[in-house]
């Protein structure tokens, strides 16, 4: 019945920009906390961002300081990942994924803390 899907990744050169979309049905996004992940060829899923229920507190793994940004719409029931200044180091699929309720005032880091996720979709980035 939850369904998200990931979309807009593919391939880039050293320097551009993309924006990935997270769509979600059979929930109100409006009742949960998103988080983005990426999974590395041959490496285990890492943090890559947050963004709390109200959409007024962001983190990001010190990578993607300064380069990425999370927003949600949540009349559209989808959460962005905008990438810009893109680096090889940022190829990997990238996840989205939801808390339904996250620690006040925390931010969840670890896949574990999260209830519901995308199927991924590709970012290759080349130099």
């Known amino acids: 019945q939850v369904q998200l899907v990931e979309s807009g990744g593919g391939l880039a050169q050293a320097g551009d920009s993309l924006r990935l979309s997270c769509k979600a049905s059979?929930?109100?996004?409006?009742?949960?906390?998103i988080g983005w992940f990426r999974q590395a060829p041959g490496n285990e899923r890492t943090f890559v961002g947050y963004?709390?229920?109200?959409?007024?507190?962001?983190a990001y793994e010190d990578s993607a300081n300064g380069r990425f940004s999370i927003s949600r719409d949540n009349a559209e029931n989808t959460a962005y990942l905008q990438m810009n200044s893109l680096k090889p180091e940022d190829t990997g699929i990238y996840f989205c994924a939801l808390d339904r309720q996250p620690l006040l005032g925390a931010v969840a880091r670890t896949q574990g803390e999260y209830d519901y996720w995308g199927r991924g979709t590709q970012v290759t980035v080349s130099s």
């Open positions: 059979g929930l109100s996004l409006s009742n949960f906390a």
């Open positions: 963004l709390n229920r109200s959409g007024r507190r962001t």
